[in-house]
T-cell receptor
Framework: DADVTQTPRNRITKTGKRIMLECSQT?????MYWYRQDPGLGLRLIYY???????NKGEISDGYSVSRQAQAKFSLSLESAIPNQTALYFC?????????????FGPGTRLTVT | GESVGLHLPTLSVQEGDNSIINCAYS??????FIWYKQESGKGPQFIID?????DKRQGQRVTVLLNKTVKHLSLQIAATQPGDSAVYFC??????????FGKGTSLLVTP
């Protein structure tokens, strides 16, 4: 969905490096999410934010941190990357005020930690 | 916590046939259910959703059925087309909080 953009789309980094993944949305949604997808495991929630001042841990937050810089921007950081954080990362947005709980996903960032 | 599972990791159907993809969930308090389609190299795309006060909802060529008694959800795709080949995920939620995703079923449509 072009309304949700993620940068970079692909990234290779070394163990121990700090890396930031960025997400921007033009949908005007209050809620934003970061998920991780591994083969055969579906999507797992890392962090979510219901507004700029609200940050919540998801199922697998260890080793990650987030920042909600504005309603439209939500970034995910790996303070010290490790190989088992190699995965596909998705940002998503939603806004129940606009009718439903469905989440709209960005195109994903493929992260490889060597 | 919520456990969401799909019965089959892969499903192969012939073009023109109907497809049925199943999903089971564990939390009886779940009140919102949604299906996503994910094509290779793309993010999940919303297909259809249903709330717990309904047991059936139809879209264009898709139908979602909800059986709260046995905590089972299914997605039916009518007249399956090659463009329907993708991975399909179900997800459930309680009162609009975070979605819990199943592991996905890979649908392969053969000519």
């Amino acid at each position: 969905d072009a309304d949700v953009t993620q940068t970079p789309r692909n990234r290779i980094t070394k163990t121990g490096k700090r890396i930031m993944l960025e997400c921007s949305q033009t949908k005007g949604h209050d809620r934003m999410y970061w998920y991780r997808q591994d083969p055969g495991l579906g999507l797992r929630l890392i962090y979510y934010s219901f507004d700029v001042k609200d940050i919540n841990k998801g199922e697998i937050s260890d080793g990650y941190s987030v920042s909600r810089q504005a309603q439209a921007k939500f970034s995910l950081s790996l303070e010290s990357a490790i190989p088992n954080q190699t995965a596909l990362y998705f940002c998503a947005t939603s806004d129940p005020r606009q009718g439903g709980y469905e989440q709209y996903f960005g195109p994903g960032t493929r992260l490889t930690v060597t | 916590g919520e456990s969401v599972g799909l019965h089959l990791p892969t499903l192969s159907v012939q073009e023109g046939d109907n497809s049925i993809i199943n999903c089971a969930y564990s939390n009886s308090a779940s009140d919102y259910f949604i299906w996503y389609k994910q094509e290779s190299g793309k993010g999940p795309q919303f297909i259809i959703d249903i709330r717990s006060n309904m047991d059936k909802r139809q879209g264009q060529r898709v139908t979602v059925l909800l059986n709260k008694t046995v905590k089972h959800l299914s997605l039916q795709i009518a007249a399956t087309q090659p463009g329907d080949s993708a991975v399909y995920f179900c997800a459930v939620s309680n009162s609009g909080y975070a979605l819990n995703f199943g592991k996905g079923t890979s649908l392969l449509v053969t000519p």
